[in-house]
T-cell receptor, first 114, second 114 residues
Framework: AQSVTQLDSQVPVFEEAPVELRCNYS??????LFWYVQYPNQGLQLLLK??????LVESINGFEAEFNKSQTSFHLRKPSVHISDTAEYFC????????????FGTGTRLQVFP | DAGVIQSPRHEVTEMGQEVTLRCKPISGHNSLFWYRQTMMRGLELLIYFNNNVPIDDSGMPEDRFSAKMPNASFSTLKIQPSEPRDSAVYFC????????????FGDGTRLSIL
């Protein structure tokens, strides 16, 4: 079975500072990895995903995540955050065959201060 | 393209009443998921369907909860009788299957049981 651990429940940062949201997973099989973002009073939206190929994946709004198989991690980073990045971020994993079921982490609340 | 559509957006009712939440997935998606989100328990998968067939309902809390998917464009989640501890935001999501496709979430139904 797969599992996901997001070590930080809250991450406060100042605007324009870099940020890293940590995600570790556990699985005995190959996986697909995802980061979702949830803004207040909205559903989750896909931010980026790793399926195969290059281990560094990027989103359109400046976030990136790197798949590290040896460390079973998929940390999310952004070199300079904006106030508008304030949201809840969820890491998720699914085994890479024959299922659509995602296993979500408990979420990290990113709070960006001016 | 229309996203996942959930109704109602808000529901307030008294305990003991029947509650029905509705979901219209994205056209062409063959997997549908029901989640519940609370502060205490985070995001929980209740049940998911593939090609209108329930695949995994292990997250359904108890017999008071039931879900149906009579066709590819409609699903319901019913709680009968409702209890105050059922108060939460309920999300529906759909995907095109195979694990590679991301899940697309609706904006949720905020349910309050008095």
């Amino acid at each position: 079975a797969q599992s996901v651990t997001q070590l930080d429940s809250q991450v406060p940062v100042f605007e324009e500072a870099p940020v890293e949201l940590r995600c570790n997973y556990s699985s005995s099989v190959s996986v697909y990895l995802f980061w979702y973002v949830q803004y207040p009073n909205q559903g989750l939206q896909l931010l980026l995903k790793y399926l195969s190929g290059s281990t560094l994946v990027e989103s359109i709004n400046g976030f990136e995540a790197e798949f590290n198989k040896s460390q079973t991690s998929f940390h999310l980073r952004k070199p300079s955050v904006h106030i508008s990045d304030t949201a809840e971020y969820f890491c998720a994993v699914t085994r890479s065959y024959n299922t659509d079921k995602l296993i979500f982490g408990t979420g990290t609340r990113l709070q960006v201060f001016p | 393209d229309a996203g996942v559509i959930q109704s109602p957006r808000h529901e307030v009712t008294e305990m003991g009443q029947e509650v029905t939440l509705r979901c219209k997935p994205i056209s062409g998606h063959n997997s549908l998921f029901w989640y519940r989100q609370t502060m205490m328990r985070g995001l929980e998968l209740l049940i998911y369907f593939n090609n209108n067939v329930p695949i995994d309902d292990s997250g359904m809390p108890e017999d008071r909860f039931s879900a149906k998917m009579p066709n590819a464009s409609f699903s319901t989640l019913k709680i009968q009788p409702s209890e105050p501890r059922d108060s939460a935001v309920y999300f529906c999501a759909s995907s095109s299957g195979g694990g590679r496709g991301p899940q697309h979430f609706g904006d949720g139904t905020r349910l309050s049981i008095l």
